[in-house]
């Protein structure tokens, strides 16, 4: 199995910014895609950022283009996700999500989540 953890999340202050880290730990495996992911209250998950593995050619969403940055340390197993410029609407809960191939099969993975509020 591979788990991930992630952490940071907080409180902050429109136009503040904080850094989410995703550690990955478990079982070794081959890195097929990592990124992040969001869920409102009241609303769907939706696609913030991925980062297919061994790429430096993260993709972003466009509400968050330009603000957020995802970057990965190979030698940690964690990903980051750099978030600047925060407004009230990136209030949400933060996942990680992991692609990665085992014996030729694909699987994903979530992480807990990490609690993200912007206060106006």
């Known amino acids: 199995q591979v788990q991930l953890v992630e952490s940071g999340g907080g409180l902050v202050q429109y136009g503040g910014s904080l850094r989410l880290a995703c550690i990955i730990s478990?079982?070794?495996?081959?890195?097929?895609?990592v990124g992040w992911f969001r869920q409102a209250p009241g609303k769907e998950r939706e696609f913030v950022t991925a980062i297919p593995w061994g790429s430096l050619l993260p993709y972003y969403a466009d509400s968050v283009n330009d603000r957020f940055t995802v970057s990965k340390d190979d030698a940690k197993n964690t990903v980051y996700l750099q978030m600047n410029s925060l407004r009230p609407e990136d209030t949400a809960v933060y996942y990680c999500n992991l692609e990665y191939w085992r014996n030729g099969i694909i699987y994903t993975t979530w992480g807990q989540g990490t609690q993200v509020t912007v206060s106006s």
């Open positions: 478990g079982d070794t495996f081959t890195g097929h895609m």
